[in-house]
T-cell receptor, first 113, second 114 residues
Framework: AQSVTQPDIHITVSEGASLELRCNYS??????LFWYVQSPGQGLQLLLK????DTLVQGIKGFEAEFKRSQSSFNLRKPSVHWSDAAEYFC???????????WGAGTKLIIKP | DVKVTQSSRYLVKRTGEKVFLECVQD?????MFWYRQDPGLGLRLIYF???????EKGDIPEGYSVSREKKERFSLILESASTNQTSMYLC?????????????FGNGTRLTVT
């Protein structure tokens, strides 16, 4: 069965520092990969997605993610975080014929001033 | 911008009550979803609907039902609320599939069952 693992429940980063959030998936073929963000009190919003082609994808708010087939990973990165990036980040995988997503448990990002 | 509106932000109900969670979207999306969000478990799909009066079970449909009488409205029903249904409930909609179109989420309804 397909699964998604976000190994870090919480991550604390200083404002202005770089960020990497980890996501690993389990699936036999190349899945559809997504990162969504949930800001406090807000609905989830799509940051970026990967279907095929260039393995480095750019998203909104200055985020990027890299698909690494050999590591079954799709890690999210940002070179310099801002206080407004404090949120919960969810990795999701689309890997079935029913077009539904399988979600990771989420990583809560805390920004230190 | 797509707007997905969930009727209540917070809801407190008693065990055994029938509970209705309402969701309305304003972009004529065919597909609508109800998810449950719990700490450490991410989002789990309860039900989805791909057209009026059509519904499909998700991963955790037990204890829930849904209704979609109009395209813009998708209701989640807890027939007899139990304490283990205390959770955050998220409604989402999309045009096309979740693979090729972004899911648009409401702000969520935090339900407490006492």
């Amino acid at each position: 069965a397909q699964s998604v693992t976000q190994p870090d429940i919480h991550i604390t980063v200083s404002e202005g520092a770089s960020l990497e959030l980890r996501c690993n998936y389990s699936y036999g073929a190349t899945p559809y990969l997504f990162w969504y963000v949930q800001s406090p009190g807000q609905g989830l919003q799509l940051l970026l997605k990967y279907f095929s082609g260039d393995t480095l994808v750019q998203g909104i708010k200055g985020f990027e993610a890299e698909f690494k087939r050999s590591q079954s990973s799709f890690n999210l990165r940002k070179p310099s975080v801002h206080w407004s990036d404090a949120a919960e980040y969810f990795c999701a995988v689309g890997a079935g014929s029913n077009y539904q997503l399988i979600w990771g448990a989420g990583t809560k990002l805390i920004i230190k001033p | 911008d797509v707007k997905v509106t969930q009727s209540s932000r917070y809801l407190v109900k008693r065990t055994g009550e029938k509970v209705f969670l309402e969701c309305v979207q304003d972009m004529d999306h065919e597909n609508m979803f109800w998810y449950r969000q719990d700490p450490g478990l991410g989002l789990r799909l309860i039900y989805f609907s791909y057209d009026v009066k059509m519904k499909e079970k998700g991963d955790i449909p037990e204890g829930y039902s849904v209704s979609r009488e109009k395209k813009e409205r998708f209701s989640l029903i807890l027939e007899s609320a139990s304490t283990n249904q205390t959770s955050m409930y998220l409604c989402a909609s999309t045009h096309g599939t979740a693979y090729n179109s972004p899911l648009h989420f409401g702000n969520g309804t935090r339900l407490t069952v006492t």
